[in-house]
């Protein structure tokens, strides 16, 4: 009988979701530290990275990787030249997802690449329990990639912003492989946290605020038995002028220090200890390694494609 010939099919995926993928890859390759931080428009995502950073300049030594995301450093100082001004900045844009690389050197000499992704909070409108912004998939789906994911809550809207954490916490439980431990919560405008008539705090902690509030993202990740793990954190700039809202008077970056600590513990469960003290953790023939990878899917690609025509 004549040989038979069935065909295979082959699937291909759209040429800006293989840009994703490639910038993703990248990262995972480049041995960093991403920090996803989410948040809907006017939760404060851009201004706690201002804060964040200012807090890493005063209390490491810290640089930025000039070598990877020049745009990044660009958008950055842009966004502090305001920011010195006491100018609070504005709402990122939709659709636009923004990388910030720095590099800080701790007491005991290790070096923690940390890479901050900060997004629109209209997008977060994508996130359901079943599907997700393509962007945002990449990221969470890359398995190589050192990943920790910080979710901002607006102090005085917790009912709104409890319900995309709880959508993306039951995407993660259905669709990926992601250590819970990594993920943190930061309760922003801590400042409102003050009764007037008794003039004391409201809430010793954040924690306290989520059990008040009845997250049901907290009690789901108590039902995981990791409630007993630090992710909730208290989170305010410092005193803004009442007469204003995009001024600030007087900058406060003591709430970092606990988020700080908290960031530090995540990256160094990814850090392999290394023989040479004088190198860092982004090794230089990693682009190389994928763009062979790279050649070689494409030389399969091409030949398959001959054979089905």
């Known amino acids: 009988s004549p040989a038979s010939c069935s065909a295979v099919p082959l699937t291909f995926t759209a040429p800006v979701e293989l840009l ?3 910038k993703v890859q990248k990262l995972a390759e480049s041995k960093t530290n991403v920090v996803f931080v989410f948040g809907y428009t006017g939760t404060g995502k851009t201004t706690f990275l201002l804060v964040l950073y200012k807090y890493l300049w005063e209390k490491y030594k810290f640089e930025f990787n000039t070598k990877s995301n020049r745009e990044g450093i660009n958008y950055l100082n842009n966004l502090l030249e305001d920011f010195d001004n006491t100018i609070l900045p504005s709402s990122t844009s939709r659709d636009v997802i923004e990388e910030v690389d720095w590099k800080i050197t701790l007491n005991d000499g290790t070096k923690i690449i940390f890479t ?3 997004m629109s909070g209209e997008d977060l409108s994508d996130i359901k329990t079943f599907d997700l912004n393509k962007e945002i998939a990449a990221y969470l789906n890359n398995k190589e990639l050192s990943l920790t994911l910080l979710c901002l809550v607006d102090y005085d809207k917790p009912a709104r912003d409890d319900k995309y954490i709880h959508n993306l916490l039951i995407y993660i439980d259905q669709h990926l492989e992601f250590d819970l431990s990594r993920f943190g919560i930061i309760i922003t405008k801590w400042d409102n946290n003050f009764d007037e008539t008794t003039k004391k705090p409201i809430f010793a902690k954040a924690g306290d ?14 039902d995981k038995k990791i409630g007993d793990r630090k992710r909730g954190f208290e989170f305010s700039i410092g ?3 009442k007469t204003n809202p995009t001024r600030l008077i007087k900058l406060d970056t003591s709430y970092c220090e606990n988020i700080v600590n908290w960031l530090i513990s995540s990256a160094k469960k990814t850090i392999k200890p290394s023989n040479n003290p004088n190198q860092d953790n982004n090794p230089a023939s990693s682009d190389k390694t994928y763009q062979k990878i790279l050649d070689i899917t494409k030389n399969l690609l ?3 494609l001959k054979f089905f025509k």
Do not use: P, V
């Open 302 to 304: 091409d030949l398959a």
């Open 239 to 241: 005193e803004i002028d």
């Open 20 to 22: 994703i993928m490639d």
């Open 209 to 222: 605020y989520l059990k008040s509030k009845k997250f049901q993202s907290d009690h789901w990740l108590r």
């Open 116 to 118: 901050f992704i900060d």
